[in-house]
């Protein structure tokens, strides 16, 4: 089955409605604590049913209990509790340590998962995600079906999860705290969260007890009262929030990714491993995305492949181009080269069960004269060659060069990805040479000077007779100099010292770039005003 | 070996070099280097669309580059020029500097630079470079002995730059020289300045070049200056003229020079 999205905007919180007038569209998933499903543990926790499990964390000093599995909760635990009291409760406990780095990971990998739903997928961290489903449910039998689809997937994973779908992302989010695998119509929001209890809001804790306390306990009770009551006592941001959950407004969700402007896809009922068909493959997509582009007379300057594992891994390969790109082959190309170099090859494991193809970034693109003009035709040759490289070596890696208004050699010059400046750089304006002189600067300059020893000068402000690099002497023949070169006082690390250059040939013909750093008499003292030596470098070497 | 196998032998590689040659017709016309006595040993100068080869005497990196951006000045012309080096030849080299080859008289606004990681990143690119028609010449710079460099990967370029016109140029550093298809292959060390007081200024960049291979001529060895204005190379200025006195007319003796392969 393969999907076609043309460029979607959906917002968030615009109404789609689908074939059973049902409209929905934030699916909520929330990976509750309570249950096995805590990824920090989950591989361990599935593994012993029997005995209960708990994973703790350190909150001052004290050791709690993070998240706690079913068997825990028969046992009478409870998230919050002392560890050393759920041991007296419950001497034969298994403890794990709790680990947010590994939760987020496992939250992000998740996400990626959901990728394959919508390509508005938000994080709502610590246990959370929203999918924007607008327009996506009817791709998998309307949004009952997709939600039974994410549910038994992550299930059957190892994960407990609750989800549901609702006109609002916090509407869908309380649902999610008490009662999983709902569809709420639009409209029907406050009729559904009212019986929940307000601690299914997610508000500050502080808040929650207040209500308790005074005796709201259900989240129609707190919306029974006037909005301003509530406002006095708890504050606006909460009562914000209760109207998200009633349906009223809605919170914007920040997607992980922009939303790419093409998006081809394909799904495979049997998952597909093999090379020639995953190239075969991209290439049919390529051309599915060209003749979608076309239409609207756009080309791709950014590209995305995600491969869509079976176990649930999912691998994204980008590729930039210097120029929009109209033609399927090009992309194609492209893609191969990019596969080709990869470090850490694509790997298939049991297969892709979906293969997708995002244009991230287009242009429109200018056509061009291409029969008599031959410049426009090299500049294109150029720019797709430019392109193949670094899709292979990577983009920064490809460089053309643009000068810079400063008399520090290393900071003379620019180096900026061919692909984005190839244009700036042919226009660029180089110092003009003076006729009839041999060059001033060396072809080859060290990225940073290296320490040459220098045992004497005959002045002290004057070049040195020899010197010592990477352990082989030079006897100077030749001395022009010196250039001095001050730092930039006025920049952050202008404090250096001056520097004097030299251009010394030694007695078999090599040309060096050797500076002094710090003058003698006013830089090169210590405290007490007595001389110091000075430091040698090699800066670059002359033809 | 008798006489007869030497002699089938012979016409045999006559017979492959004939199908390997590109007719003389269609080989685009030399480019001369402007040192006259070397463009005369080169038959008119450097065949484009073929592969040459510099090597650095030692470790004398900053002339082995000047002499190979001449190379490039000359034979890329106007056309953009790409320069692809290891990572490894910028440390131990340092960097190509834009302002430096501006001077010696390269526009370092038809230059792209490419950093390859390893030598076979980098021949790859250097491969893919020389298929773009539009480029001027292909510059591939690679420190130290490189086992991925061998008959297969010159014949490789070769067969490249035939195929596109792009002439491509492998400086090494650092190297010694290994059997190669290469149309040319040149070793190149500094030169001293013309003689004068250590306060003098020294004059334009000048290489002892070492033609050691000429697939299809003599071999020699030359002082070259570079003209940065004039962008070509020159007898060196201010040398006085060689101490022995120049042939007047003696043809039959270049003919028989020619003829004969000093070296491969």
Known sequence: MAGLSPPLRGRVGERGTTNDGVSGLPLSLTLPRKGEGNPSADASLTNSKELPSVVVAKDHNAILLHAIDEAAVRAGLSI?????????????????????????????????????????????????????????????????????????ALNRRGFAVSAAISGTSIAARTLTRHASGQVIADGAEAQAVGPLPVSALGADPAVTTGLRRAGLKTIGDVASRAPHEISARFGSAFTTLLGYALGQGDAPISPRKPLPDYIVEKRFPEPIATDTVIALTLSSLAKMLVAAMDKQGKGARQLEASFFRTDGA???????????????????????????????????????????????????????????????????????????????????????????????????????????????????????????????????????????????????????????????????ARVEGPERIAMEWWKQDGAALTRDYFRVEDTEGQRFWIFRDGLYESELRDEQGRPLPANWYVHGLFA | MNGARTGTLASLRG???????????????????????????????????????????????????????????????????????????????????????????????????????????????????????????VVLEIWGDARQLDLVASRKLTLAAQASGVTALLLRIAATPIPSTAETRWIVRAAHSPPGNAASAWGAPRFEAELVRNRHGPVGRWIMEWKCDECQFSEPSAYPQPVAAAPAHRPHQAQARAGHRLAS
């Not at chain 1, 992000?108 to 959901?114: F, G, K, R, T």
């Not at chain 1, 959370?128 to 079906?145: Q, V």
């Open chain 1, 80 to 152: 919050g509790l002392p560890l050393a009291n759920a041991r007296a409760i419950c001497p034969e406990l298994t403890v794990y340590d709790a680990d947010p780095a590994a939760d987020l990971k496992t939250l992000n990998d998740i996400a990626d998962w959901c990728d394959r739903f919508t390509p508005l997928v938000a994080l709502d961290p610590p246990y959370g995600l929203f999918l924007d489903i607008t327009g996506c449910a009817h791709l998998f039998g309307g949004e009952r079906a997709l939600l039974q689809i994410v549910i038994n």
């Open chain 1, 314 to 476: 999912v691998r994204t390969i980008m590729v930039e181009t210097g120029r929009p790109v109209t033609r399927p082959e090009m992309i194609d190309r492209l893609f191969r080269e990019r596969l080709d170099a990869l470090n850490d090859p694509l790997d298939p494991g049991f297969g892709f069960d979906l293969i997708r193809l995002a244009a991230g970034r287009t242009e429109i693109v200018v056509q061009q004269q291409r029969d008599l003009d031959t410049s426009v035709h090299d500049n294109d040759e150029i720019s797709a060659l430019i392109d193949r490289i670094a899709a292979r070596i990577g983009g920064k890696r490809v460089v053309v060069h643009l000068p810079l208004e400063s008399h520090i050699p290393e900071r003379a010059t620019l180096a900026l990805p061919a692909q984005h400046h190839l244009a700036a750089a042919s226009a660029a304006a180089w110092p003009d040479r003076v006729a009839g002189e041999p060059p001033l600067r060396p072809l080859r300059l060290f990225e940073r000077p290296e320490p040459i020893k220098v045992p004497f000068a005959s002045v002290p402000d004057g070049p040195p007779h020899q010197f010592t690099w990477r352990r082989a002497l030079h006897a100077v």
């Open chain 2, 15 to 137: 017979s492959i070099a004939r199908i390997e040659a590109p007719s003389e017709a269609a080989m685009p016309s030399r480019l001369a280097l402007g040192h006259t006595s070397a463009d005369a040993m080169l038959r008119g100068g450097l065949v484009p669309a073929a592969l040459h080869e510099v090597f650095a005497a030692g470790h004398q990196g900053g002339a082995a580059t000047g002499f190979i951006a001449g190379l490039a000045g000359r034979i890329s012309a106007r056309k953009p020029l790409v320069w692809v080096r290891q990572d490894f030849s910028d440390r131990e080299n340092g960097a190509l500097s834009m302002h430096g080859l501006a001077e010696f008289g390269l526009d370092p606004r038809l230059l792209v630079t490419v950093r390859a990681a390893d030598v076979d990143s980098a021949l790859r690119t250097a491969a893919d470079a020389l298929a773009c028609d539009a480029l001027g010449a």
